[in-house]
């Protein structure tokens, strides 16, 4: 222990990924100052372009160019560190954002909200590094066979994603209610057990991290000691200076108290972690009229919907409360000040050395 992470022949100094979080809330200034900090920086790839001019009439597009400026803002500021996308399964369009995401020269794509089962092809001759993110033994398992018969190509590293994480989550309402910490960490060895196996089949270490609920330098001791090879993080970083966050958003995260914290019904139809607010319980009492389709979610239908997700997120980022779905994770409420990137990246890495 106390080293840092390698994914192949790139290497990180912490063993630290910052999660992505779309609309707008992880882009380049986040991501490119935890990569300079020794970290791997994660931009968001949902509904990136809606400060491009023309995202109302071609969001495809809109996004698509945004990729590209954020990618390259993040350079600038890493310092010649680890830059990447998260690029959610359910986005319409996917081969093409990771298209795009290879084109536009990432170091690293993780994929979930789904199985990334045509990753491999669509990232084939490239050099970037694929993760899928997993919450189950039975998820890696079924991804892995068919990446293995498919592509004959295994995981670079893979992300293990647990109930307490913010957004959308891949658990039922069921599942989220009887999870404890211990059960999940069962879940967390028998992965990190069956992925020797993989490990052994590829010929090369394929590194584990656990995220969701993952805050401070405890949680990576934590998870170090089950035997992952580091952690994801991202509400611990919505509070910093250099989040890419309103203002405003950043201190709904301040005030939020742990009972403020909780599961709403997504309009793409799985769970998501948020924290109440005046636009939640509006929207579970009457239905928004829905004016224009971003074409997002593959899950979604326009016609059925509570409200647009696109839009609430959009208003979060943007620091229109009153009109917004204010994504988090469990620990939000343990957020009580504006941090800056380099002090968290410290926390960490001081944690990854002690044994």
Not at 154 to 172: K, N, Q, R, T
Not at 208 to 219: H, L, N, T
Not at 264 to 277: D, Y
């Amino acid at each position: 222990m106390g080293t840092g992470l390698k994914i192949g022949d790139l290497e990180a100094r912490i063993p630290v990924i910052q999660g992505g979080m779309g609309v707008g809330i992880s882009l380049s200034r986040l991501a490119g100052t935890v990569a300079a900090n020794g970290g791997i920086g994660i931009i968001s790839t949902a509904q990136i372009g809606w400060r491009e001019p023309d995202f109302y009439q071609n969001p495809f597009e809109a996004n698509y160019r945004a990729m590209k400026k954020e990618l390259a803002a993040a350079r600038e500021i890493a310092d010649g560190g680890i830059v990447g996308f998260n690029i959610m399964v359910a986005t319409q369009r996917y081969e093409e954002y990771v298209k795009i995401a290879v084109e536009a020269g990432a170091d690293v794509i993780i994929s979930g909200a789904g199985l990334p089962v045509d990753l491999p092809g669509y990232t084939e001759g490239s050099d970037v590094k694929i993760a899928p993110v997993v919450s189950s033994l039975k998820s890696y398992t079924v991804l892995c066979r068919m990446w293995e018969r498919k592509y004959k190509r295994y995981p670079d590293f893979v992300v293990i994603e647990g109930p307490m994480a913010g957004g959308h989550l891949g658990f039922s309402k069921e599942e989220l209610d009887s999870f404890t910490p211990e059960s999940y960490d069962q879940v967390i060895l028998s992965i990190i057990s069956k992925n020797k196996e993989y490990e052994e089949k590829a010929g090369r270490d394929i590194p584990v991290m656990v995220a969701g609920g993952i805050f401070d330098g405890e949680d990576l001791k934590h998870a170090l000691s089950l035997g992952a090879d580091g952690v994801q993080v991202a509400t611990r970083f919505v509070t910093t200076e250099e989040c890419d966050a309103a203002p405003a958003y950043k201190e709904a995260y301040i005030k939020a108290k742990k009972e403020d914290i909780c599961i709403v019904k997504s309009p793409v139809g799985m769970p998501g972690r948020a924290i109440r607010n005046a636009f939640i319980e509006k929207t579970r009492k009457e239905k928004c009229r829905i004016q224009h389709c971003y074409h997002c979610i593959t899950t979604c239908n326009p016609a059925k919907i509570p409200y647009c997700i696109t839009q609430a997120l959009v208003n979060a980022a943007e620091g229109n409360l009153e009109e917004a779905l204010l994504f988090c994770g469990e620990n939000a409420y343990r957020c009580e000040k504006i941090e800056k990137v380099k002090d968290i990246m410290e926390e960490f890495r001081q944690a990854s050395q002690e044994k």
